[in-house]
């Protein structure tokens, strides 16, 4: 009933940039914070950023900071994250996440997740 998915993946040249787009279903998008984590091959899931419901506050990882924007639409049941500055470390599979939690920093505290769209910078 519940759908993330997730899309703009691909490959891209370091130093590049992309955006991902995650379309939500079948939940009330406007009381979901919404987030972003990544997980390389043999790595934890790890945090990338997140937007509360209203869109009003943002929370990058340190390692994302300066380079990553999170955005949502919730006229369009969307959440955008937009990538710059790519290097090879950011290479991952990239996943979209809804919670009801509050300041959402653990895989733990998100109740929906997308399949994931993977995201591969070449060095």
């Known amino acids: 009933q519940v759908q993330l998915v997730e899309s703009g993946g691909g490959l891209v040249q370091v130093g590049g940039s992309l955006s991902l787009s995650c379309a939500a279903s079948?939940?009330?998008?406007?009381?979901?914070?919404m987030g972003w984590f990544r997980q390389a091959p043999g790595k934890q899931r790890e945090f990338v950023a997140y937007?509360?419901?209203?869109?009003?506050?943002?929370s990058y990882a340190n390692f994302v900071k300066a380079r990553f924007t999170v955005s949502r639409d919730n006229a369009k049941n969307t959440v955008h994250l937009r990538m710059n500055n790519l290097n090879p470390e950011d290479t991952a599979v990239y996943y979209c996440a809804a919670a009801s939690a509050v300041s959402p920093l653990e895989v733990s505290e998100y109740d929906y997740w997308g399949q994931g769209t993977q995201v591969t910078v070449s060095s």
């Open positions: 079948g939940l009330a998008f406007n009381k979901y914070t």
């Open positions: 937007i509360t419901a209203s869109g009003l506050t943002t």
